[in-house]
């Protein structure tokens, strides 16, 4: 073993390689006294913590709490600008679909975005994911769609390439051309998706930027016919197909999602019985992101009649300029006890193994199993209960990516 970790107070880590559904979705492991031992980034030793095992080195874990590392299934990490100036104007009531008709919101960022240069968007974006790491995010899923036409969507995607190979954050690339109608097509929106299906994702294709394809299906977004014609066009290019549904109006969007068999279905806060069976049916995990009902101070999803309708569910940031500007999944973590009422033990497998299966990883990803990944977080907590309590202040002690220890926080 190149590295042990022992007396560790409590590990918790859901098992298995699928997602996690209905009452298994709170089923986890709780190993007391535990301890774990790590190969060549690999997990090889999950177990109680014996006198007899060796390792090269030896973290003593002082009775912490370990968890597997968070994976983050939902992110906006690539982007020119922020979008400070837009809180003034929801305060003074316009709302998010106001002021995106009105040019802002996305479009503000798609503005930035366009302006800036590669190397500056990797640079602001590696800094980011360095905050997300610290925070216990080992694995993150992260979109285009602040580009909207060809060369700018490239150019993020290549920006998402490019910090998977120089960090330690490990990133799912997705697509989403389908973000917004580009001002210089407000007037001839097919001629948008045109672009999107036979330009940017063949391009996007070619240089092996994207494993997914996402789409915002909204209100002054794309409706479930156009969401069904891109999507449909990126199966064909060999992508994985995703949704943004039903986060301001219910258009019937978690129903297309199911339909068009994607791997998750994101938000949801809007969607009912017919959306909820339809997801169940069709085995999509929903991707809920509470911080970001938090930030439009609208309603939450229904999480809890997700679960018990046997749909997997995933807690994510959605971190992005303008709904969701936070890169800390603890407090996402936070809310989906208080606003969702998930147990802890549901909401660990909801940002670990759940996460993991949103983007197709569950295999290596999201749980501390022999075989697994050795990627995992270090707590300065007592116990499970502790990391849905605290909320506010950073509780990662030392991060685990690959084997390689990252020191994160020795005061908390
Ligand atoms: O930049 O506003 N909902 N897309 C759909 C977002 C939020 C990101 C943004
Ligand atoms: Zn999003």
Not at 188 to 197: F, M, P, S, T, V
Not at 357 to 364: E, K, S, T
Request: net charge negative; glycine share 10%.
């Amino acid at each position: 073993m190149d590295l042990l970790l022992r007396n560790i107070g409590l590990l918790a880590t859901p098992t298995g390689n699928t997602a996690r559904k209905g009452d298994s979705q709170g089923q986890v492991t709780l190993i007391e006294n535990a301890a774990v031992g790590i190969e060549n980034g690999t997990f090889v030793y999950v177990g109680s913590s014996d006198e007899s095992l060796k390792g090269g080195k030896v973290i003593d874990c002082e009775c912490r709490l370990v968890t597997p590392g968070l994976v983050d299934a939902h992110t906006h990490l690539v982007f020119g600008g922020w979008r400070q100036k837009e809180t003034a104007r929801k305060l003074a009531g316009e709302s998010y679909l106001d002021i995106l008709k009105s040019g802002g919101g996305i479009l503000d960022t798609v503005r930035h975005t366009r302006a800036a240069t590669e190397a500056e968007l990797y640079e602001k974006s590696a800094a980011l994911l360095d905050i997300m790491l610290a925070h216990g995010t080992t694995t993150a899923e992260c979109k285009s769609g602040y580009g909207l036409n060809v060369e700018d969507e490239l150019k993020q995607l290549r920006v998402i390439k490019k910090l998977n190979k120089t960090g330690k954050v490990e990133l799912a690339p997705t697509f989403m051309g389908a973000h917004a109608i580009p001002s210089e097509f407000t007037d001839n929106r097919d001629a948008y998706i045109d672009l999107i299906c036979d330009e940017t994702l063949p391009a996007v294709q070619s240089e092996g930027l994207a494993d997914f394809c996402d789409v915002f299906c909204e209100t002054a977004a794309f409706t479930p016919e156009e969401s069904r014609r891109v999507l449909g066009k990126a199966v064909e290019y060999g992508l994985i197909p995703k949704a943004h549904v039903d986060e301001i109006d219910p258009i019937g969007g978690a129903e297309m999602a199911a339909e068009m068999g994607c791997i998750s279905a994101e938000h949801l806060i809007r969607t009912g019985g017919a959306g909820i069976r339809a997801l169940e049916k069709r085995g999509v995990v929903a991707c809920l992101l509470p911080a970001t009902s938090f930030c439009l101070g609208k309603g939450y999803a229904r999480a809890r009649d997700m679960i018990e309708a046997g749909v997997a569910v995933a807690i994510c940031t959605d971190f992005n300029p303008g709904s969701s500007p936070n890169l800390n999944l603890q407090f996402p973590m936070y809310l989906a006890g208080l606003k969702y009422r998930l147990t802890p033990a549901e909401a660990l497998t909801a940002v670990t193994l759940n996460g993991a299966a949103a983007i197709g990883r569950c295999n290596r990803a999201g749980s501390i199993e022999v075989g697994k990944q050795a990627d995992l977080v270090i707590w300065d907590a007592p116990d499970l209960d502790y990391i849905f309590y605290r909320y506010g202040t950073n509780l990662v002690r030392r991060v685990i990516k690959k084997g390689e220890v990252i020191e994160i926080n020795k005061y908390v």
